[in-house]
């Protein structure tokens, strides 16, 4: 009997995203391949990185040291102190691999415990576009010292690999397909609005939103639209905007249940998007076979077959509007094309099909 490898896990809860969304079902389903421990910080973790902190600043105060800020603008005290839990743990014992579910967010002081890393792997999963990397990030390789990064998209693959990282492979993301699953088939009645669900923050185009809204107002189709955003993240002009006009309804802290409602009773997912990896609402709209209006651009097509969805091929709210309502008078074909994407979903991007992926990547060491 083969004795199971031992996997430290090095994750965290978005707050806006559920138990279903996102990379949580990763962490649950990787205890059916690895020993799985889960970082946790203790107050010894935490006393260690306020103290860290505090003679950073200080430094800087009284001699003019400037703080190591990392590779990372975003990178915070969460994200180290997440780091040093995980060091203090493998210090502690031996793990054959040690995973961070989001590299960005939580890999940059970790890389100096390598040294003493010798029989351990270290793996993680990339979530940026190339634009990211160019407009935040080091054109150094800042991953050197993780063995193998997983990136969501193939272009995000390419340009990790033309930075000079060594072994990045493309495993798409998952979706909960158990969870987000279809309703009652859809239907759409001749005296009752349309229903458009848009979903999310990071990436999405709200100018495109708004433009689409205002070239709306005049249609002769009432259309209705709900919004999923985070309040944390309405700060553009363009919400202000959207919040002008009376047939859109704002939701923030939806439980997955209310978010999987949503989908269930909506007529099209309209997605417009500055750029994209993987996108948690596309493939959430796809497990629940809703009818799909979203952009082609960056990682996208590693999800949304041709066919699958209409796509937005231009940013301005004409073109958007006109794919809207294509996709009103021809819904039919819409929830064809959606019930097929559903099954291809369910088959090749359930959670246990990319698990077993991830876990083939990192058993092969």
């Not at 158990?178 to 458009?196: H, K, M, N, S």
């Not at 997955?256 to 099209?268: E, F, G, I, M, S």
Request: proline share 4%.
């Amino acid at each position: 009997m083969t004795t199971q490898q031992r996997l430290l896990l090095v994750s965290a809860r978005w707050d806006h995203l559920g138990g279903h969304s996102g990379l949580a079902p990763l962490g649950e389903q990787l205890d059916a391949h690895f020993v799985v421990q889960r970082v946790v910080p203790n107050l010894v973790d935490k006393l260690r990185v306020g103290a860290r902190l505090a003679w950073g600043m200080l430094r800087e105060r009284l001699l003019g040291t400037p703080r190591r800020r990392g590779w990372n603008p975003f990178y915070n005290r969460h994200g180290l102190l997440l780091e040093t839990a995980a060091r203090r743990m493998a210090q502690a014992q031996h793990f054959d691999v040690i995973f961070f579910e989001a590299l960005e967010d939580h890999f940059d002081a970790f890389a100096d415990a390598r040294q003493w890393l010798k029989r351990t792997y270290v793996a993680g999963v990339s979530h940026q576009p190339p634009a990211w990397w160019r407009l935040y990030a080091s054109s150094d390789n800042v991953f050197a010292a993780v063995d193998t990064v997983i990136a969501l998209s193939r272009p995000a693959q390419a340009y990790l690999q033309q930075s000079g990282h060594a072994n990045v492979q493309f495993v798409p993301h998952g979706v909960d397909a158990d969870f987000f699953t279809p309703a009652a088939p859809r239907t759409l009645a001749a005296d009752a609005p349309i229903e458009v669900v848009f979903c999310g923050q990071w990436l999405r185009d709200f100018q495109q939103l708004s433009d689409t809204l205002d070239v709306l107002a005049t249609a002769p189709q009432r259309y209705t639209f709900h919004l999923v955003v985070p309040k944390f993240a309405r700060n553009f002009e363009q919400h202000y905007r959207l919040a002008q006009h009376d047939n859109v309804h704002w939701y923030a802290g939806v439980t997955d249940t209310a978010l999987r409602d949503l989908y269930q009773r909506a007529h099209l997912l309209f997605l417009p998007l500055v750029d994209a990896t993987a996108n948690n609402s596309v493939l959430e709209a796809m497990a629940c076979g809703l009818p799909m209006v979203v952009s082609k651009v960056g990682g996208v097509a590693d999800y949304v077959a041709d066919g699958d969805a209409v796509f937005l091929t231009a940013k301005d709210g004409r073109h958007a509007a006109d794919q809207l309502a294509w996709s009103v008078d021809n819904y039919a074909t819409c929830t064809a094309n959606a019930e097929r994407a559903r099954s291809r979903t369910a088959s090749q991007l359930a959670w246990p099909v990319i698990t077993a992926r991830v876990a083939a990547l990192l058993r092969a060491t």
